[in-house]
């Protein structure tokens, strides 16, 4: 990390986990553990659980996000939730394009693109996920994907909303199998995705950009990760729906 560049950012993904009531109980048990956090804190929560877990948060140093938007303001798109509606539920960030809304729900890169501009347009911070499966990890494509899927999900962006904008690198291939990424193959992957800015925005703009690591990030490898150059911060899955153990991961990214 270089804290003096760029604000650290750690991000819980719950996905399809917790009730409503449940989400209260875990952020009330979270917020005295980060209450001392040194980085961002953020709770990225299924869409039933916003209004509780906003609620939860009150007064503390946590932030809510949702864990999808569409890009469109209204419209007949039944079960989707726009940026608006977001924005009024007291939601602050929001995950686009996670591996899993583009392997089982059809996201392609160019709606991950309309997704990130119709967030910031509407005044969300936008945590963009890209990443490389196994495959194409071992044909040599990762660093020529990840540059792709960076440049064409910050299409249309201009530099002042590239400011609420957070890079998440989750190689596909390191998400749910406890496989996790080498800490050298972490700092590797958002090495590319910020070169990939710099030739976009130029290198100056890119050392600015928080770019988080997304593959399996735990309590016991955290600290090897975010003490890398690239590495600011975590998308966390698994571990965010533990309180101590979301807050050992937080605590790394506070040193």
């Known amino acids: 990390m270089k804290k003096e560049l760029r ?3 750690i991000a819980g993904n719950w996905k399809m986990n917790n009730t409503p009531s449940q989400a209260k109980a875990l952020i009330e048990a979270m917020k005295p553990l980060v209450a001392d956090a040194d980085c961002d804190v953020v709770l990225c929560v299924p869409a039933i659980d916003i209004p509780a877990a906003v609620e939860a948060a009150k007064g503390s140093n946590i932030k809510i996000g949702a864990e999808n938007v569409h890009f469109k303001a209204s419209g007949a ?8 509606m977001l924005k009024e539920a007291g939601v602050e960030y929001v995950v686009i394009g996670h591996s899993e809304r583009r392997q089982y729900f059809a996201e392609t890169d160019q709606t991950v693109n309309l997704r990130t501009l119709a967030a910031v347009n509407a005044g969300l911070k936008a945590i963009v996920c890209v990443g490389e499966t196994l495959e194409q990890r071992e044909l040599g494509y990762t660093e020529t994907l990840l540059k792709y899927q960076t440049k064409m999900a910050l299409t249309n962006v201009t530099a002042d909303q590239l400011k609420n904008i957070i890079i998440a690198y989750e190689p596909v291939w390191a998400i749910g199998t406890g496989v996790t990424a080498t800490a050298d193959q972490a700092d590797e992957g958002n090495g590319f995705c910020r070169a990939a800015i710099a030739e976009a925005y130029g290198a100056d ?4 950009v928080t770019i988080q690591y997304g593959g399996s990030m735990n309590a ?3 600290d090897e990760l975010v ?3 690239n590495v600011d911060g975590g998308l966390i899955g698994g571990a965010s729906l533990k309180a101590e153990d979301f807050s050992i991961i937080v605590k790394a990214a506070s040193k």
């Open 205 to 208: 703009v890119a050392e600015t």
């Open 227 to 229: 003490d890398k150059v």
């Open 7 to 9: 604000r650290a950012v």
């Open 220 to 222: 016991k490898n955290a």
């Open 77 to 84: 798109y039944t079960g989707e939730i726009s940026a608006d």
